[in-house]
């Protein structure tokens, strides 16, 4: 969880600025905060979809608000929620001819890689249903099944195979280094946007 503070003398700004037009200063504090709030997700998204060869929508999944900001409690955070290693579906996984390739990194540690013997149903481009289109490959000596249409007879195991987790790749690469200084800019700007607004808003240049 990432923590920004207020600048004071800005805050000041803002209050007699917000005063001035009528306005409510919590809920412009909260408005701003959440902008905030909402821009720390979407970094924490792009920076980390610079790096996996991972859909932005799964990598936003592991991305959670506990807070938004509200009248009442004008604070709001942006959490990135530690995760086991996602599956290899996940990462441009395509069942080939002798196995799946993927993709995991972007860049110079990049480029597709393979996994002999892997699979992700009967055949190249079916999908088997009760794997859920995950990356599957057997593994170790024969033993005896104890389940399933091959139970009885002797099979290797089974096993999914993982990729890596994107909070993984967010602490391994210090991405989270530099959130607080974006944030606060940003929080910056935003108090800045509004009080120019309420500027307005009390001399009359504005009605909204």
Do not use: C
């Not at 969880?1 to 700004?13: A, K, L, N």
């Not at 709030?37 to 991305?63: T, Y």
């Not at 993927?102 to 699979?119: D, E, L, M, P, T």
């Amino acid at each position: 969880m990432t923590t920004v503070f207020v600048d004071s003398t800005q805050f000041d700004r803002l209050s007699l600025a917000v005063a001035a037009a009528g306005k409510n200063l919590r809920k412009e504090m909260a408005a701003a905060v959440n902008d905030a709030v909402k821009k720390g997700e979407l970094k924490i998204a792009n920076d980390i979809g610079d790096v996996l060869k991972m859909k932005k929508a799964k990598i936003k999944k592991s991305i959670k608000t506990p807070r938004r900001a509200t009248e009442a409690n004008p604070q709001g955070s942006v959490t990135l929620w530690w995760s086991d290693r996602e599956g290899l579906e996940h990462f441009g996984a395509r069942h080939i001819k002798d196995g799946v390739s993927y993709q995991i990194g972007i860049g110079n540690k990049g480029g597709r890689k393979k996994v002999s013997g892997a699979f992700m149903g009967p055949k190249p481009g079916t999908l088997a249903a009760k794997l859920h289109g995950g990356v599957y490959m057997r593994v170790g000596a024969k033993v005896k099944m104890t389940k399933g249409r091959r139970k009885g007879k002797m099979a290797q195991r089974i096993v999914r195979l993982f990729g890596v987790s994107p909070a993984g790749a967010y602490l391994k690469n210090n991405m989270g280094d530099t959130l607080p200084f974006y944030l606060t800019d940003y929080l910056k700007h935003q108090m800045e946007r509004r009080i120019n607004l309420n500027v307005l808003r009390a001399n009359g240049l504005v009605s909204n």
